[in-house]
């Protein structure tokens, strides 16, 4: 079993030592979705949601949130981010809009964590922009699909409809 590098051998929190690691091309990609009443679904298509362009607020916050990562998640170390490319795609069947997220940097660690925090975001927008005629939607299926580069490897997620 692998061990949790964010504690000491006492146990306590702390940051990973980077500084031996390699400068190595890192990516990740997060998806995630968020559930909603089909006439919230139609406002956003139709772009006539009263606080203007959903997709175009939620990807700039999306893009925004990558870059404020480490200061928001305690462990994870600044990056200087090359790429940050943000989707959405509509589902009138299941009444949601998926996000996409894919990060990009050329460092010593990856980009799990800031891949994640676009989507969160990104959704959270998507919420508040929303709320006024929706206060029922739901975030939901935040996860991480893929990532390359680094020691531990590549990863890809095996099951891609988590619903």
């Known amino acids: 079993m692998k ?23 890192r990516e990740a990609f997060a998806k995630g979705s968020v ?18 362009d959903v997709f175009s607020v939620a990807r700039v916050a999306g893009i925004m949130a990558a870059k404020k990562t480490s200061e928001l998640i305690p462990m994870c170390h600044p990056l200087n981010i090359t790429s940050i490319d943000i989707n959405f795609h509509l589902d009138s069947k299941k009444n949601k809009v998926d996000i996409e997220a894919r990060v990009k940097i050329t460092g010593q660690t990856g980009v799990e964590m ?7 975001v990104a959704a959270l927008t998507i919420y508040d922009m929303c709320k006024a005629v929706d206060k029922e939607m739901v975030i ?14 590549d990863f890809k997620r095996k099951t891609k409809n988590l619903r």
């Open 140 to 153: 939901s299926d935040i996860v991480l699909m893929e990532k390359r580069g680094g020691k531990s490897g």
């Open 35 to 52: 559930y909603m009443k089909p006439e919230t679904l139609k406002l956003i298509q139709d772009k006539k949601v009263p606080k203007g």
């Open 114 to 120: 800031e891949a994640l925090t676009s989507v969160s």
């Open 3 to 25: 061990k949790l590098t964010h504690l000491d051998k006492k146990g306590k929190a702390r940051m990973v030592d980077i500084s031996e690691k390699p400068i190595t091309r």
